[in-house]
């Protein structure tokens, strides 16, 4: 299988920061690549799709970017609603794998 | 607006069988392709295999010998059966819809395996 790694595992960073969370693959996925939001007992939530593509009605502070094996979610202005554990998901093939996942707290 | 919901039975013995079920509300189930996935306790996320409402099915690999997805278009939902669990089955189990992506989840159900 394609095996995700995602970094960091925990990030603390201020209100208004630019936070930044990677994800790289062990083998190019083109760009099948997701980004999801997952707060304490709720679903995970999609935020960016084919690497780059915000999904409706997600705020536009949130930005993906990458192809090939290395990608990135970024969160231009961090907001005290941003504080979540946040995951990639690569769709390439099956099995789909997802990442680790990135604690983002607040400082 | 699609909404998915997920019931079963929260208290499963070792070595029986998991049996839940995903209902869909706003959409019809043969429209798309729909997923369950499972998270564990310390939050990692595997997905557990797919299905078309002609039957295609795709499984992970590694419960793919456990594993059985079935749908019924006529009730507009979609079922999960996982045989012989263990422990390390005891997990929160989501059931989504695939939209090229997993865009629209369940609320998840918690499954402990426990006798």
């Known amino acids: 299988d394609i095996q995700m790694t995602q970094s960091p595992s925990t990030l603390s960073a201020s209100v208004g920061d630019r936070v930044t969370i990677t994800c790289r693959a062990s083998q190019n996925i083109n760009y099948w690549l997701a980004w999801y939001q997952q707060k304490p007992g709720k679903a995970p939530k999609l935020l960016i799709y084919e690497a780059s593509n915000l999904e409706s009605g997600v705020p536009s502070r949130f930005s993906g970017s990458g192809s090939g094996t290395e990608f990135t979610l970024t969160i231009s202005s961090l907001r005290p609603d941003d504080c979540a554990t946040y995951y990639c998901?690569?769709?390439?093939?099956?099995?789909?794998?997802f990442g680790q996942g990135t604690r983002v707290e607040i400082k | 607006q699609v909404q998915l919901q997920e019931s079963g039975p929260g208290l499963v013995k070792p070595s029986e069988t998991l049996s839940l079920t995903c209902i869909v509300s706003?959409?019809?189930?043969?429209?798309?392709?729909w997923s369950w996935i499972r998270q564990f306790p310390v939050e990692g996320l595997e997905w557990i295999g797919f299905i078309h409402y002609t039957g295609t099915t795709n499984y992970n690999p590694s419960l793919k010998s456990r594993v059985t997805i079935s749908i019924d278009t006529s009730t507009n939902q979609f079922s999960l059966k996982l045989t012989s669990v263990t422990a390390a089955d005891t997990a929160v189990y989501y059931c989504?819809?695939?939209?090229?992506?997993?865009?629209?989840w369940g609320q998840g159900t918690t499954v402990t395996v426990s006798s």
């Open positions: 706003g959409d019809s189930i043969s429209n798309y392709y």
């Open positions: 998901l690569r769709y390439n093939t099956y099995p789909w794998t």
């Open positions: 989504a819809r695939m939209k090229g992506v997993l865009d629209v």
